[in-house]
């Protein structure tokens, strides 16, 4: 059973929200077949990295989603965040030696973590939703924080005017709480409850709407719509509540490879989702 994180002890709040975190990422990781993705299976899209500099990666950020947690608790505000933030993806870099393997998960669940930090302290009502409390405490100063021009996805934001990272989160994560969570419980229902296949349904799920600006790097316009008819046909077809759903995921997964198509922001947002089922308690079941 997956009860939502009691917080009995305050101080061993942010210990239990960033493992939490990194538990989220692990399962993001682990989880197969996801199109175009690095799992312990294959390394997808991608020829700079693999599971195990995943792996190593999750095991130096968690120091720092704890510490983004114990921020929140302390009411910190956007620019404290942006430290901690920034901070993290330079020991990432170090780990990885220069590979972007969880710049955009530090970025959403680092938000999350804090806004779970400040429900840990009682600065916010336990029940609140966490993407609601990241709206409301950081919205304004996300919208307006220093954008990196040259960076993949604000060039893909500017080109194609697509909402990114930055847009999920000051508008509260949206994707996670109407796509990301629906998909996990829908997921449980059409496969008699494997927690895998539920991953695996939420993770087409969110390919199939998210404005992904990892595939609109890799792939253009065509790419992010190849994308999304994809994951938009397999879930028609019966998703994980398929028999042969796996190889039909499997099928989709060599489809993306071909392709070189990665949707990075859609494997953020189960991270993200995983997350906020684990310390909500939203599934009552583990995913
Ligand atoms: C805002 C961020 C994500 C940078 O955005 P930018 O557009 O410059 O980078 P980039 O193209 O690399 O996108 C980041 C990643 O977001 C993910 N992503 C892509 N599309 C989406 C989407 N629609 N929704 C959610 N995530 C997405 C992908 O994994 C992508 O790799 C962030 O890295 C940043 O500014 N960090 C500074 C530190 C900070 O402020 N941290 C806040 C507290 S943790
Ligand atoms: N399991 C996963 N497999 C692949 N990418 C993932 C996974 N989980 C999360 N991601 C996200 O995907 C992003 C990496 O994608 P990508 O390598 O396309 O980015 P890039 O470094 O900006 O571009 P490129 O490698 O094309 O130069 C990371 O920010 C990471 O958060």
């Excluded at 933030?85 to 990885?96: Q, S, W, Y």
């Excluded at 021009?149 to 934001?157: D, F, L, N, P, Y």
């Excluded at 993306?256 to 922001?265: A, C, D, N, T």
């Amino acid at each position: 059973m997956n009860a939502p994180l009691a917080f009995m002890d305050p101080a061993a709040a942010g210990l239990q929200i960033g493992g939490a975190a990194a538990r989220a990422l692990s399962l993001e990781l682990d989880t197969w077949p996801k199109p175009g993705l690095v799992s312990p299976f294959d390394c997808g899209s991608h020829d700079d990295m693999d599971a195990a500099m995943l792996l190593r990666s999750i095991a130096v950020l968690e120091p720092f989603l704890i510490n983004l947690a114990e921020a929140g608790a302390a009411e910190a505000d956007m620019a404290t965040l942006r430290r901690i933030g920034i901070a993290a993806e330079a020991a990432m870099l170090r780990a990885t030696r220069g590979v972007n393997t969880h710049r955009g998960a530090i970025f959403g669940l680092g938000l999350l973590c804090a806004a779970c930090g400040a429900t840990a302290n009682g600065l916010e009502p336990k029940a609140a939703r966490l993407g609601n409390i990241v709206r409301s405490r950081w919205g304004a100063a996300i919208r307006h924080m220093p954008v990196d021009c040259t960076s993949h996805g604000a060039v893909a934001v500017r080109r194609y005017g697509a909402r990114g990272a930055r847009l999920e989160a000051a508008s509260g994560f949206p994707s996670v709480y109407e796509v990301g969570l629906p998909a996990l419980r829908a997921g449980l229902a059409l496969s008699g409850g494997d927690a895998e296949a539920a991953r695996v349904q939420a993770c087409f799920a969110l390919i199939a709407v998210l404005d992904d600006t990892n595939l609109l790097h890799r792939g253009g316009s065509d790419g992010l719509a190849f994308a999304r008819r994809e994951a938009r046909h397999f879930l028609e077809s019966g998703g994980v509540g398929l028999a042969g759903w796996r190889d039909r995921a499997a099928q989709t997964h060599r489809a993306f490879v071909e392709r070189h198509l990665s949707p990075g922001g859609a494997a953020d947002v189960l991270a993200m989702a995983l997350f906020v089922c684990s310390v909500e308690g939203r599934l009552q079941v583990a995913v």
